[in-house]
């Protein structure tokens, strides 16, 4: 029989209807019973994708002792961190201050009936593994806190004052700190000490892409031509498409890699990172001309919309696990895929299986991963690719969720037209992708956050939608010069301050959760780096300084933070030194400016903005004069370098 999930939308919220587990959706009705029955809440946060959020479910929640125990002594409440990132926040400030460090998914809270939260966990098997509280299982925490919270303990309901008087208590910066461009410097020697030299990145196992760091890593490089920054970077970016994080076989990477190789990925593929990673290699193509940059790029972007996409809307991620296990549709045994190639004519099969990483012992669990180790694609390849994509074809495709998010969808968008720059089709996406997402998303002028494909959003928007949805449109606008666009960027960015900002802080999120905005680009970039990057683009096009005001103010605030810790936020830093050196807008006609695309894009300031007049050559201007102008395009990297 369904418990109450049964009647929601998200798919998450979905997979657990079926549960033992007497579930509520967030809501006032779950609140209101546990007051009125005096009972502990329980609150889970998980994601569609996410491969313990299963683990839990499966060994837990479908766990008939687990389940009677949380339905005679608690609420329990299921969260789509997708769908209400503002809880899954405000719950990941609860796990940090009880634990001191970072959670992750699934987050288990548990609170007194008045929802204030006294333990915070993220996966607890069913049974204790020691004596200590840190190794209690489920079952025997979950009889424990039932029974004090039944027994009106003093202590939980005195700690839980204490958590939330501690966590309701705003913190300003200490000081602002003059902005300067040794702010770069410092970013150069943290990303020094946190990179790993022999397969790049910027942490040991487990590694993630950080798309962030490799973005501000590009932009120093184009700003001081720092050879330590350039090879870092480019290591870095050969090493992950080499195999394993990256899906050579059907395109995009997965979230993370569980070695230092990038070889063994969890196999969830999220939207967001496959936006922000085609931004950065198609990015990355245009300042080094490297075509296997470009090749990912194209790669990560046809599989989203081949695969990923529904009338020109981006689902949001897709599972790790299918057929019960985790990457079962992504591994090969080396008979199959001898078969196969044999099948296929192949003669010289076995170094090409060498080659491939393909052994009979596996490089995974007894299966093999398909990888290139010295990072170069045979030209047989894209043959082979098409006979493994028939094996994969006849398995069960990982689980998709088929969420609709407005800021990761406008991730994507914003790639795409990076992308169309170079090849016109990712252009023409681009335009119907976001003409269809704001179709969907922005309704009666109000934006939201999330809905289903065909369904109407209920979500609204928090700040990471409007910043992202900003920097889409703005990014549309350069493209096509259609001033529509930069109408409606301005129109979003203007909300957004109105919404969220006061005196340099942002808030994430407001009503039900005031959540303060993340200057730290976590897992993507943050929604307040996003909007500096709006802010700046708007004052410079529009000619109009209240907006490098807030930007202004903004970096400001948050001086301090950003000159002592540059590495933890480096797209603030990029936005910093723009702040610091100024855009430089290059003016022709529209025919020009769509003829040059490419060449623009290639331009080695990375501050570069376009503008249609009805000038026949090129004109090179500040944010408050034009200096020079030309016929020859690469006349302009030189007139740039001359300004400063």
Same mark, same amino acid.
């Given at each position: 029989?369904?418990?109450?999930?049964?009647?929601?939308?998200?798919?998450? *919220?979905?997979?657990?209807?079926?549960?033992?587990?007497?579930?509520?959706?967030?809501?006032?009705?779950?609140?209101?019973?546990?007051?009125? +029955?005096?009972?502990?809440?329980?609150?889970?946060?998980?994601?569609?994708?996410?491969?313990?959020?299963?683990?839990?479910?499966?060994?837990?929640?479908?766990?008939?002792? $687990?389940?009677?125990?949380?339905?005679?002594?608690?609420?329990?409440?299921?969260?789509?961190?997708?769908?209400?990132?503002?809880?899954?926040?405000?719950?990941?400030?609860?796990?940090?201050?009880?634990?001191?460090?970072?959670?992750?998914?699934?987050?288990?809270?548990?609170?007194?009936?008045?929802?204030?939260?006294?333990?915070?966990?993220?996966?607890?098997?069913?049974?204790?593994?020691?004596?200590?509280?840190?190794?209690?299982?489920?079952?025997?925490?979950?009889?424990?806190?039932?029974?004090?919270?039944?027994?009106?303990?003093?202590?939980?309901?005195?700690?839980?004052?204490?958590?939330?008087?501690?966590?309701?208590?705003?913190?300003?910066?200490?000081?602002?700190?003059?902005?300067?461009?040794?702010?770069?410097?410092?970013?150069?020697?943290?990303?020094?000490?946190?990179?790993?030299?022999?397969?790049?990145?910027?942490?040991?196992?487990?590694?993630?892409?950080?798309?962030?760091?490799?973005?501000?890593?590009?932009?120093?490089?184009?700003?001081?031509?720092?050879?330590?920054?350039?090879?870092?970077?480019?290591?870095?970016?050969?090493?992950?498409?080499?195999?394993?994080?990256?899906?050579?076989?059907?395109?995009?990477? $997965?979230?993370?890699?569980?070695?230092?190789?990038?070889?063994?990925?969890?196999? +969830?593929?999220?939207?967001?990172?496959?936006?922000?990673?085609?931004?950065?290699?198609?990015?990355?193509?245009?300042?080094?001309?490297?075509?296997? =940059?470009?090749?990912?790029?194209?790669? $990560?972007?046809?599989?989203?919309?081949?695969?990923?996409?529904?009338?020109? *809307?981006?689902?949001?991620?897709?599972?790790?696990?299918?057929?019960?296990?985790?990457?079962?549709? =992504?591994?090969?045994?080396?008979?199959?895929?001898?078969?196969?190639?044999?099948?296929?004519?192949?003669?010289?099969?076995?170094?090409?299986?060498?080659?491939?990483?393909?052994?009979?012992?596996?490089?995974?669990?007894?299966?093999?991963?398909?990888?290139?180790?010295?990072?170069?694609?045979?030209?047989?390849?894209?043959?082979?690719?098409?006979?493994?994509?028939?094996?994969?074809?006849?398995? +069960?495709?990982?689980?998709?969720?088929?969420?609709?998010?407005?800021?990761?969808?406008?991730?994507?968008?914003?790639?795409?037209?990076?992308?169309?720059?170079?090849?016109?089709?990712?252009?023409?996406?681009?335009?119907?992708?976001?003409?269809?997402?704001?179709?969907?998303?922005?309704?009666?002028?109000?934006?939201?956050?999330?809905?289903?494909?065909?369904?109407?959003?209920?979500?609204?928007?928090?700040?990471?939608?409007?910043?992202?949805?900003?920097?889409?449109?703005?990014?549309?606008?350069?493209?096509?010069?259609?001033?529509?666009?930069?109408?409606?960027?301005?129109?979003?960015?203007? *909300?957004?301050?109105?919404?969220?900002?006061?005196?340099?802080?942002?808030?994430?999120?407001?009503?039900?959760?005031?959540?303060?905005?993340?200057?730290?680009?976590?897992?993507?970039?943050?929604?307040?780096?996003?909007?500096?990057?709006?802010?700046?683009?708007?004052?410079?096009?529009?000619?109009?300084?209240?907006?490098?005001?807030?930007?202004?103010?903004?970096?400001?605030?948050?001086?301090?933070?950003?000159?002592?810790?540059?590495?933890?936020?480096?797209?603030?830093?990029?936005?910093?030194?723009?702040?610091?050196?100024?855009?430089?807008?290059?003016?022709?006609?529209?025919?020009?400016?769509?003829?040059?695309?490419?060449? *623009?894009?290639?331009?080695?300031?990375? =501050?570069?903005?376009?503008?249609?007049?009805?000038?026949?050559?090129?004109?090179?201007?500040?944010?408050?004069?034009?200096?020079?102008?030309?016929?020859?395009?690469?006349?302009?990297?030189?007139?740039?370098?001359?300004?400063?």
């Amino acid at each position: 029989m369904s418990n109450r999930l049964q009647k929601e939308d998200s798919p998450y *919220l979905q997979q657990h209807k079926d549960n033992p587990v007497d579930w509520y959706p967030w809501g006032d009705e779950a609140f209101t019973r546990a007051k009125e +029955e005096n009972k502990a809440i329980f609150i889970s946060i998980g994601y569609s994708s996410c491969h313990w959020c299963h683990v839990m479910e499966e060994n837990v929640f479908e766990n008939k002792e $687990c389940a009677d125990i949380l339905n005679e002594h608690f609420i329990s409440i299921k969260v789509d961190r997708e769908e209400r990132p503002d809880i899954d926040k405000h719950y990941q400030e609860v796990y940090m201050l009880l634990n001191r460090r970072s959670g992750g998914w699934p987050t288990s809270i548990f609170c007194t009936p008045d929802n204030k939260p006294f333990f915070a966990g993220t996966y607890i098997p069913p049974h204790s593994s020691h004596s200590s509280i840190e190794g209690m299982g489920f079952i025997e925490l979950a009889k424990l806190i039932g029974s004090k919270i039944s027994q009106n303990d003093e202590q939980i309901f005195k700690n839980a004052d204490e958590i939330e008087e501690f966590i309701n208590k705003k913190e300003h910066p200490k000081e602002a700190t003059l902005l300067k461009e040794d702010f770069a410097k410092n970013f150069i020697h943290q990303v020094k000490q946190n990179y790993e030299t022999t397969d790049g990145g910027f942490s040991n196992a487990p590694k993630f892409p950080h798309a962030s760091t490799l973005n501000a890593l590009l932009v120093v490089d184009r700003l001081y031509d720092d050879k330590a920054v350039k090879a870092m970077m480019l290591h870095t970016l050969e090493s992950m498409r080499k195999g394993g994080m990256y899906d050579l076989v059907d395109g995009g990477f $997965c979230r993370y890699s569980v070695d230092d190789k990038w070889l063994v990925p969890h196999f +969830e593929k999220m939207l967001y990172d496959n936006a922000l990673l085609c931004d950065v290699y198609a990015k990355a193509y245009l300042t080094y001309k490297d075509e296997s =940059f470009l090749t990912t790029a194209k790669e $990560c972007a046809d599989f989203w919309y081949e695969k990923m996409s529904e009338d020109d *809307l981006f689902y949001s991620a897709s599972d790790a696990d299918s057929e019960g296990e985790e990457g079962t549709y =992504f591994v090969y045994s080396y008979d199959e895929v001898y078969d196969a190639l044999q099948n296929g004519g192949y003669k010289d099969i076995v170094p090409m299986l060498k080659e491939m990483n393909i052994s009979k012992d596996g490089n995974f669990e007894g299966k093999n991963i398909v990888r290139f180790a010295d990072g170069k694609i045979p030209g047989y390849f894209s043959d082979v690719k098409k006979i493994l994509q028939d094996i994969r074809a006849k398995r +069960e495709y990982p689980f998709i969720d088929k969420k609709v998010q407005t800021s990761w969808s406008s991730m994507m968008i914003k790639a795409l037209f990076t992308l169309g720059d170079i090849d016109e089709k990712y252009k023409q996406r681009a335009i119907k992708s976001l003409d269809a997402l704001l179709k969907s998303m922005f309704i009666d002028s109000k934006l939201h956050h999330t809905t289903l494909i065909h369904k109407k959003p209920k979500v609204e928007a928090f700040l990471e939608d409007y910043a992202y949805l900003t920097q889409a449109l703005i990014a549309a606008f350069g493209s096509t010069q259609n001033e529509l666009y930069l109408i409606q960027a301005q129109r979003f960015a203007n *909300l957004a301050l109105e919404k969220f900002y006061d005196r340099g802080s942002w808030s994430f999120s407001k009503g039900e959760f005031e959540t303060k905005a993340e200057i730290a680009d976590n897992t993507y970039t943050s929604s307040v780096s996003i909007m500096l990057d709006a802010l700046l683009s708007l004052s410079t096009l529009l000619e109009d300084e209240k907006y490098s005001h807030f930007a202004f103010k903004t970096l400001e605030y948050n001086s301090y933070e950003l000159g002592r810790r540059p590495v933890i936020y480096p797209y603030m830093l990029s936005q910093m030194l723009r702040y610091l050196k100024g855009d430089r807008v290059i003016k022709s006609n529209l025919q020009n400016l769509e003829n040059s695309a490419k060449e *623009l894009a290639a331009l080695n300031y990375p =501050f570069v903005l376009k503008r249609a007049t009805e000038d026949k050559d090129f004109m090179v201007c500040g944010d408050k004069s034009c200096f020079a102008n030309t016929s020859k395009i690469n006349k302009i990297d030189d007139i740039i370098r001359n300004s400063f």
